[in-house]
């Protein structure tokens, strides 16, 4: 198959440039500066907005020369109106399909074309695209992500064939796992007035009646620069970088975004018990607390409740796996799960296998009493310690990668959180006592405040 005008034009500019010397493209020339100062909220980190509302943030790391660009649309599956899920995840797919002047089979092309690589995800709060390349070729990702951003074209045809795709992802990822679907009817139960509480790639049903006219609606209403976050790390100039981006996304015309406000949920609701029967061989426990995260406004709990996780689940000697599996050897495996990193409230998650002869009640139980433990009795400066070197340890390693220096700010953006958050956890995390982590264990982690799902085997027919 031969490629559209728009992908000839793409890689032959691209392979000529390439050919030259110099390691980088040549950047145009523009006739004004940029429209905002530039500044520095981050080491290392420069952010400017055009006048569009796009939000550009650039990232240099030399340390390979591969550049990787992400652009973050700040939508998602909790902005879904009711009966219509699974929108944002379905438009993810369609942005891989035709636009002007490059066809559904270029993409993929022109990137491994030059030995890269392209993709995307869709989560409750943000949509993002991605392209990374080597960085003589970066240009090529923003034109690719400006020309879609605006002229994505939709046809009946191509918007058929991709729901059976999805279909069959669904049935994949989720009616066919059997822990995937318990977990979905457990978001449901613990966050029922809440858009999260909802799957990101829709219901069967919800799938089954989109139409080409609501991905349509969805694209003209979000799809637009002062919605989206551009971020751009790796072997990059960042004066250069940002005449490219002017040149490619400058002309974009704004939206008229409607007002939204911050996913919340009840805390505090009264205990809830589920039962799930699935095709399992063994017994599991889903047990969720609904709590603040930063992106709730209360940072001092968020880290409270980050080191309290780590204190009783951060590795052999965390409370978890002293005391349940090798003190009482109740348990034959127990994790927790909490995102501090949320637009809005989040839950505390654990998940737990039982011993033979362990009934999920007794399993239940036990977990509670070693919480119970750790914010009514007596935490440890070394467990303190442990839990804060922990946590700053996964942020060091995170942070080796560009594809994760990329999405950590990404995110950040999306969620409406301070570029400089993370580079500030050491501090805050210092600012945490004791006593705000018992605390703030005291007011979540409670039974009024918990979901709890027991999932079975089902019976043999």
């Not at 139409?211 to 609606?217: F, M, N, P, T």
Request: with cysteine; net charge negative; aromatic share 6%.
């Amino acid at each position: 198959m031969k490629l559209s005008p728009l992908a000839l034009s793409l890689i032959t500019a691209i392979s000529v440039s390439a050919c030259h010397s110099v390691p980088n493209h040549s950047a145009p020339t523009v006739d004004e500066p940029p429209t905002k100062p530039i500044h520095q909220p981050s080491q290392h980190l420069i952010t400017h907005t055009l006048d569009n509302g796009l939000t550009v943030i650039i990232k240099p790391d030399t340390r390979a020369p591969i550049v990787m660009t992400q652009i973050w649309y700040d939508v998602g599956s909790s902005d879904e109106p009711v009966g219509k899920g699974g929108m944002s995840h379905f438009l993810e797919h369609m942005m891989f399909k035709d636009a002007k002047g490059i066809s559904s089979h270029d993409y993929q092309r022109l990137i491994s074309h030059f030995g890269g690589d392209i993709n995307a995800f869709t989560s409750s709060e943000y949509t993002a695209y991605y392209e990374s390349l080597p960085a003589n070729q970066y240009p090529l990702a923003l034109q690719i992500e400006a020309n879609r951003m605006t002229n994505l074209i939709l046809t009946p045809e191509e918007v058929a064939t991709e729901k059976e795709v999805i279909k069959e992802e669904r049935r994949l990822r989720t009616d066919d796992n059997p822990m995937a679907k318990a977990y979905e009817e457990f978001l449901a139960a613990a966050l029922p007035d809440s858009p999260l509480g909802r799957p990101v790639i829709g219901s069967m049903a919800d799938i089954d009646g989109l139409s080409l006219d609501d991905l349509q609606a969805w694209y003209d209403k979000w799809y637009a620069p002062n919605n989206a976050t551009l971020v751009m790390v790796g072997d990059i100039d960042a004066d250069e970088a940002m005449i490219w981006v002017k040149k490619y996304f400058g002309h974009l015309k704004p939206a008229s975004l409607p007002k939204r406000t911050r996913p919340t949920h009840a805390t505090h609701r009264g205990y809830q018990q589920l039962t799930s029967h699935q095709s399992v061989q063994v017994p599991s426990l889903i047990m969720g607390f609904n709590v603040p995260t930063l992106g709730s406004g209360d940072a001092k709990q968020a880290h409270a409740l980050s080191l309290l996780a780590d204190i009783a689940d951060g590795g052999l000697s965390a409370r978890f796996e002293h005391r349940l599996i090798r003190q009482m050897q109740l348990l034959n495996s127990v994790s927790i799960s909490y995102d501090m990193l949320s637009k809005g409230d989040g839950l505390f998650m654990i998940s737990a296998t039982p011993r033979d002869g362990v009934t999920l009640a007794d399993a239940e139980a036990a977990i509670m009493t070693v919480l119970s433990e750790i914010y009514e009795g007596q935490i440890s400066d070394q467990e303190l310690a442990r839990a804060r070197t922990g946590l700053l340890s996964s942020l060091t390693f995170s942070a080796d990668s560009i594809d994760n220096q990329a999405i950590t700010l990404g995110s950040l953006a999306s969620l409406g959180l301070p570029l400089d958050t993370l580079d500030r956890l050491p501090k805050d995390l210092d600012t945490i006592k004791k006593s705000d982590i018992q605390t703030t264990g005291k007011a979540y982690l409670t039974q009024d405040n918990l979901t709890t799902m027991y999932v079975l085997p089902k019976a043999a027919p």
